[in-house]
């Protein structure tokens, strides 16, 4: 079925538009966008006035235990979930070819080294704790055959018992030869460093130990690496340092460092229900908070939609969404009011469509829910 959004204003996943504009699409994805009162809207008619249409949100940065999560990321106007870590294969072939709720790209079981905190969750794959550059080159060569989106590596700082330098390094030539971007877990300054050495394309996490060095940050910028900073978990995982308020403030002083530098920063939150982790960030209304930390961090409000639309596409090569435009996926959020004169007006949830179909139950008040 059509649907027309009639009189609303567009952000298009770069710029806000002209407007106001009519904008109709169905499940086969926008089919037209014109300036409002042009035509006469066809099929399901939704009056836009007073509010904005965005992309369909990307969480770059997502874990899930329950195919029950697409869902609520969707409720949240969270359309897209890249999951940075699910296991056995076949939970991950779930997730990816659920057809409801949020869509999803995977990096299935991710590599990490013998000896750090991630080698003790329990149930990990032993096969995927590396210990030698062959090694990491044979598993990346399984997530290749799996059908994986990306690759990803756990790295943690000197001596912490991640991956050597070898053995990342080698993942990463494997990958991409196999045309795969590499996504790096690095939530220290030293791991940090390693993940620029071995020219991962992907950080996620930002630093709580201390503040980017200068020589640091223009790496990340000048190499075009991407930031994804989760700074809402950094904010959680603060809680537990011995001086949070510091903590925290290299985490945001990282993104702004890196921001200033001309570094891409993009939208994640490392939403998760999984027991024993520092700090339990929920699905869908975490991304919301997310872009308000970020605003705090220095970026625009239009730098933190973008992040989690435009931005997030181009690193991770997402082309057929995260803008509005004829021909792209119809995953569309409609909120009250302008999100470009204040980041909270993505909380306040009017309607969401995924793949042009709508999302039944929109959740509500989302201020209370991060």
Known sequence: MRTTITDVAVFDGHDILDGPYDVSFDDSGITSLTPAGIATPTGGIVDGTGATLLPG???????????AELSTLAQYGVTTALDMGSWPARFTTALRTAGSGADVRSAG??????????????????EDKITTPEQARRRVAARVAEGVDYIKLVLERPGGGGLDLESAAAAVEAAHAAGLKVVAHASHTGAIALAVQARVDILTHVPLDADLDEAQ???????????VPTLTMMRGTARHHPDPGQAYLHARNTVTAVHQAGGAIVAGTDANTQPGVPAAVPHGSSLHAELALLVEAG????????????AAVTAFGLADRGSIRPGLRADLLLVAGDPLSAIDATRSILAVWTAGRPVDAVAQDTSTQS
């Open 57 to 67: 949100l990307i969480d770059s940065h997502v874990h899930f235990r329950d195919l």
């Open 109 to 126: 079981t991710p590599l990490i080294g013998p000896a750090g905190p991630h080698s003790r969750i329990p149930g990990f794959p032993t």
């Open 217 to 227: 940050v223009r790496a990340i910028a000048e190499q075009a690496r991407v930031l």
């Open 299 to 310: 970026l625009t409000p239009r730098e933190a939609l973008r992040s989690a639309t435009s």
